[in-house]
Structures are given as C-alpha cells and as structure tokens.
C-alpha cells in the first residue's frame, strides 16, 4: 500500500523557516517524481514545487521561488521543503503527493497533510 | 500562467442526478488534464487524467471528456458518496502546474 506521511508542519513567525519531511512507503520512492502542492485554509490547490525522481529537473512556483527548497534522499525514501522567510499568505496545508508515473505532473498518490501557520 | 476556470463553482444536486462541471483553460493545453475529488479534511484523490482517462479504482459513474480549452466532468448518478469539491489540474504546462478554483457539489 502506498503511503505518504508528512511531517514538520507548525506555527512559525514572520521570516522564520520550517522544514517539511515525507516519508514514502509501498513502492520505488526513487523511480516517481513528487511534488508538494498547498491548500490555505478554505482555499483551492496550489502547486509548489515539483522535483524528478532523480532530482536533476526541480521547478517552483513563482509564490515560493527564492525562499523554498525541495529535495528529496531516495536512500532514505523520503522528500522535504526547506521553507525560508516565511510569509503569513505561506499558510496552509502542505500536502506531498506523488507522480501517476515519472514525469506525469499530475499525482495519484498524496499523503494527509501537514499545517504550517505563519502568524506573530 | 495557464488559468484554469471551473463553473459553476458551487452546485446543488439530488442522489440519482447527472451533474456536469466544466473547466475552461485560458488557452490550449490538448488533453493535458486531470480532474480531482476532494472531501473535507482529506487529501485530493485522482479522477480522470488525459482528459477522458479514469484512474484505476474510480466509479464508471465518473467520465471526462474535452481537448484544447474546454472540458467536462460528468457524474453519470450521483451518489451520496460524490458530495464533495472537484478541481481540475492542467499539466501542459508545468511551469506552472494550475488548478481550477474548484466546484462545491452539495446535497440539495
């Protein structure tokens, strides 16, 4: 069974940084591109940042670009997001979702969650 | 960006109805999309990709149909399970990934 388990999330002030960590299990970690993808409270979807199963193609979102980092340690199955200068519009759920198939960019699998608040 | 626009964004319906939800995209993106449920406190789940292809385990309920700028999402018979948001995702271009607003389906 495929599963994804974020972790990392919390309440962070203005310009601080959090990192996110998911945890993969239940199939090839390393042959599947990941993404995360955010949803604010009340709010739609919003991708963020997509990286290939082999982490040489990484792509942001204009949102984010500068300020987060995605990488991932298929050893270790696992995916995170250094988040730096953290804003109040960066809060929302972060979700770690994973490609149908290598370079698809649209997922099938995305894991529960994990709130990040940005508030003083 | 590619914007991707849904109507309506909320709809009432009845169990046993065919609703439809539709997605315009504001240029061509061929069949490069996905559409998702999602229920409250819970992560999205894939319906359909390729436009008219459904994922493995989803209701034959469920279909989609569309290329180049519009698209639909229809629900065959609504069943009380189906009361949820759906957004469509184009992945033409991935620079960036774009969803749509999302559609509230709601038990009239």
């Known amino acids: 069974e495929v599963q994804l388990v974020e972790s990392g999330g919390g309440l962070v002030q203005p310009g601080g940084s959090l990192r996110l960590s998911c945890a993969a299990s239940?199939?090839?970690?390393?042959?599947?591109?990941m993404n995360w993808v955010r949803q604010a409270p009340g709010k739609g979807l919003e991708w963020v940042s997509y990286i290939s199963s082999s982490s040489s193609t990484i792509y942001y979102a204009d949102s984010v670009k500068g300020r987060f980092t995605i990488s991932r340690d298929n050893a270790k199955n696992s995916l995170y997001l250094q988040m730096n200068s953290l804003r109040a519009e960066d809060t929302a759920v972060y979700y770690c979702?994973?490609?149908?198939?290598?370079?698809?960019?649209?997922?099938?699998?995305w894991g529960q969650g994990t709130l990040v608040t940005v508030s003083s | 960006a590619i914007r991707m626009t849904q109507s309506p964004s909320s709809l009432s319906a009845s169990t046993g109805d065919r609703v439809t939800i539709t997605c315009r995209a504001s240029?061509?993106?061929?069949?490069?999309l996905a559409w998702y449920q999602q229920k409250p406190g819970k992560a999205p789940k894939l319906l359909i990709y390729?436009?008219?292809t459904l994922q493995s385990g989803v209701p034959s309920r469920f279909s989609g149909s569309g290329s180049g700028t519009d698209f639909t999402l229809t629900i065959s018979c609504l069943q009380s399970e189906d009361f949820a948001t759906y957004y469509c995702q184009q992945y033409y271009s991935y620079l960036p990934i774009t969803f749509g607003q999302g559609t509230r389906l709601e038990i009239k």
């Open positions: 390729a436009a008219s």
């Open positions: 239940g199939f090839t970690f390393s042959s599947y591109s």
């Open positions: 240029q061509g993106i061929s069949s490069y």
């Open positions: 979702a994973r490609d149908l198939y290598s370079g698809s960019y649209f997922p099938d699998y």
